[in-house]
């Protein structure tokens, strides 16, 4: 008998709590159009590898299918601001034993329907960290911050649309 009232107190608590597995997307919403990101560092080939990691978390997460601009109801624009590398810890050798690298970005999302601006954030910031011993470098750190931006920036379409 316990057993069935906690599984109903359950029953109760999922489900007045809002989850949801549906897109939190607009529904209306088919293509969006993502162009090769912007690059305002003097690290070059950086917006491939990022445009690539958005584009795989949209494809990935959402039902959006990746479009040609004139068929996109969106488009989203990025640039990479800055990048900045730091070391953390060096050896005797002065062999880089751990390091950071921050990311920082321009995004915005517009309505290609209405030219509306759904989402303009500036200066957004992600940091990794690698470790030399383990084999890992800077594009090591890259990739992963790459990876972490592309889920941050599809959470933000789904919030803020």
Not at 60 to 77: G, M, N, P, Q, S
């Amino acid at each position: 008998m316990m057993r069935r009232v906690l599984f109903f107190i359950l029953i109760i608590v999922l489900s007045g709590c809002g989850y949801s597995t549906r897109s939190l997307l607009r529904r209306d919403l088919e293509g969006i159009h993502v162009p090769i990101f912007d690059n305002d560092t003097f690290r070059r080939g950086l917006e491939f590898g990022l445009t690539k990691a958005v584009k795989d978390e949209i494809l990935f997460r959402t039902r959006l299918k990746i479009v040609d601009k004139e068929d996109a109801d969106a488009i989203l624009y990025g640039k990479i601001a800055d990048v900045q590398e730091n070391v953390l810890s060096e050896n005797i050798a002065d062999d880089i034993v751990e390091g950071s690298v921050t990311v920082l970005l321009d995004i915005k999302l517009v309505d290609a329907r209405t030219g509306r601006n759904v989402i303009e954030k500036k200066g957004l910031q992600w940091k990794t960290e690698y470790i030399g011993r383990r084999g890992e470098a800077v594009s090591t750190a890259e990739n992963e911050a790459f990876v972490d931006i592309a889920e941050r920036i599809v959470n933000l379409m789904e919030e803020d649309w």
